[in-house]
């Protein structure tokens, strides 16, 4: 399995630019968890889903983020429009089963950096 | 709320002695417990977890960690340390919502 796989690794953009994060989970696992990472907030929720239907959004910092999960497959998260607080590390991540007491297998981040 | 609480922004510790990683909890009812790891530049990867049974949990690369009810605690241990264990280290609780909340890490050095 090639595990979690997000894109880009590295994306550099301008504020007021719209950015979009994707992310494909494990075949097989029902939940995925879009995490933020900083220096200053540590790791935070920002959102997840389970069998394509967003359950807790509570983390998602402000109306000009959203994520989406069209199929099992596939979820984006999107930023519109970046500011330079946005810079962070984006993890995707994944599992099967109960949320809160399987492994969720982490994808290898997206660092975005908004100018 | 659920929380964890990592006292440590960093651990030094020479190749080859033990180490700890210490790490507090704070839940209403049983406690489900977890360790990952950051290496740089990658993802979280999981390490162990505790959900019931013995106190001592073994895990990934030689890790291990002990459940303490008393003390509130879920310290992560290796009996010899490698300077390849250097990586960051965060603990993490399920919450009421079925959520992990992680703590903020502990940046764990092992000198040649």
């Known amino acids: 399995d090639a595990g979690v796989i997000q894109s880009p690794r590295h994306e550099v953009t301008e504020m007021g630019q719209e950015v979009t994060l994707r992310c494909k989970p494990i075949?097989?696992?029902?939940?995925l968890f879009w995490y933020r990472q900083t220096m200053m907030r540590g790791l935070e929720l920002l959102i997840y889903?389970?069998?394509?239907?967003?359950?807790?959004d509570s983390g998602m910092p402000e109306d000009r983020f959203s994520a989406k999960m069209p199929n099992a497959s596939f979820s984006t998260l999107k930023i519109q429009p970046s500011e330079p607080r946005d810079s962070a590390v984006y993890f995707c991540?994944?599992?099967?089963?109960?949320?809160?007491?399987?492994?969720?297998?982490f994808g290898p981040g997206t660092r975005l950096t908004v100018l | 709320a659920q929380s964890v609480a990592q006292p440590e922004d960093q651990v030094n510790v020479a190749e080859g002695n033990p180490l700890t990683v210490k790490c507090t909890y704070s839940?209403?009812?049983?406690?489900?417990l977890f360790w990952y790891v950051q290496y740089p530049n990658r993802g979280l990867q999981f390490l162990l977890k505790?959900?019931?049974?013995?106190?001592l949990v073994k895990g990934s690369y030689g890790f291990e960690a002990e459940f303490n009810k008393s003390q509130t605690s879920f310290h992560l241990k290796k009996p010899s340390a490698l300077v390849s264990d250097s990586a960051l280290y965060f603990c993490?609780?399920?919450?009421?919502?079925?959520?992990?909340?992680f703590g903020t890490g502990t940046r764990l050095q092992v000198f040649p």
């Open positions: 993490a609780v399920r919450d009421n919502t079925d959520k992990l909340i």
């Open positions: 839940v209403s009812g049983n406690p489900y």
């Open positions: 075949s097989g696992h029902d939940y």
């Open positions: 505790y959900i019931t049974g013995d106190n």
């Open positions: 991540a994944s599992t099967q089963g109960l949320a809160g007491t399987d492994t969720q297998y």
């Open positions: 889903f389970n069998n394509n239907v967003p359950i807790d």
